[in-house]
């Protein structure tokens, strides 16, 4: 390949990667063309992308970015799985396609400068949770001691008002009150 053809897949892959710091590196060896045809749709509908890239080449076009990290995966046929609201939705999905495709190798995956290297790696990046979740766990958490705090509040006053109303149905009936003493 010529000087000038590498160049210019580094230039693609620049515009391909320049923006992403959070992305999977995946193996399509041993997918069939229909397979990986399918695959990829069923990622495409989530708004991840696969691309194939030469490792030497992609090593070059990360360095000084945020994968470069990535650089000790990239060994054997690689392909990067991006898009999506992040990294780790794009793991669970490509867990779910290890179901339905067994060929397919998680060879790792970058989350805030973090290296998830290996199957297991990427399986555990999955079950961490996305941004939308992280924030409604840390809202939730918040609200928590406030909601305690108005329940607490709120139960001396029911209490109260479910003892007026029997005083006040057993008046009604000419029931008499018994002191208490």
Not at 44 to 51: A, L, N, P, S
């Given at each position: 390949?010529?000087?000038?053809?590498?160049?210019?897949?580094?230039?693609?892959?620049?515009?391909?990667?320049?923006?992403?710091?959070?992305?999977?590196?995946?193996?399509?060896?041993?997918?069939?063309?229909?397979?990986?045809?399918?695959?990829?749709?069923?990622?495409?509908?989530?708004?991840?992308?696969?691309?194939?890239?030469?490792?030497?080449?992609?090593?070059?076009?990360?360095?000084?970015?945020?994968?470069?990290?990535?650089?000790?995966?990239?060994?054997?046929?690689?392909?990067?799985?991006?898009?999506?609201?992040?990294?780790?939705?794009?793991?669970?999905?490509?867990?779910?396609?290890?179901?339905?495709?067994?060929?397919?190798?998680?060879?790792?995956?970058?989350?805030?400068?973090?290296?998830?290297?290996?199957?297991?790696?990427?399986?555990?990046?999955?079950?961490?949770?996305?941004?939308?979740?992280?924030?409604?766990?840390?809202?939730?958490?918040v609200l928590s001691p406030a909601q305690n705090l108005v329940a607490g509040v709120m139960g001396p006053g029911r209490n109260l008002a479910s003892l007026v109303k029997a005083i006040?149905?057993?008046?009604?009936?000419?029931?008499?009150?018994?002191?208490?003493?």
């Amino acid at each position: 390949m010529s000087k000038t053809v590498k160049q210019m897949i580094v230039n693609d892959y620049a515009s391909l990667f320049g923006e992403e710091s959070d992305v999977a590196v995946i193996s399509i060896r041993g997918i069939g063309a229909n397979e990986n045809n399918e695959m990829r749709s069923t990622l495409r509908e989530k708004g991840i992308r696969v691309t194939v890239i030469r490792n030497a080449l992609a090593k070059q076009q990360f360095t000084g970015s945020a994968l470069e990290a990535l650089s000790r995966v990239l060994e054997g046929p690689s392909a990067l799985a991006y898009g999506g609201a992040s990294v780790v939705e794009v793991a669970r999905e490509l867990v779910e396609l290890v179901k339905e495709f067994p060929e397919l190798e998680l060879k790792g995956a970058i989350l805030d400068g973090e290296v998830f290297e290996g199957n297991a790696e990427v399986e555990r990046l999955a079950k961490f949770p996305t941004l939308e979740e992280a924030l409604a766990e840390t809202v939730q958490l918040v609200l928590s001691p406030a909601q305690n705090l108005v329940a607490g509040v709120m139960g001396p006053g029911r209490n109260l008002a479910s003892l007026v109303k029997a005083i006040e149905e057993k008046l009604e009936k000419g029931e008499e009150i018994a002191k208490v003493g």
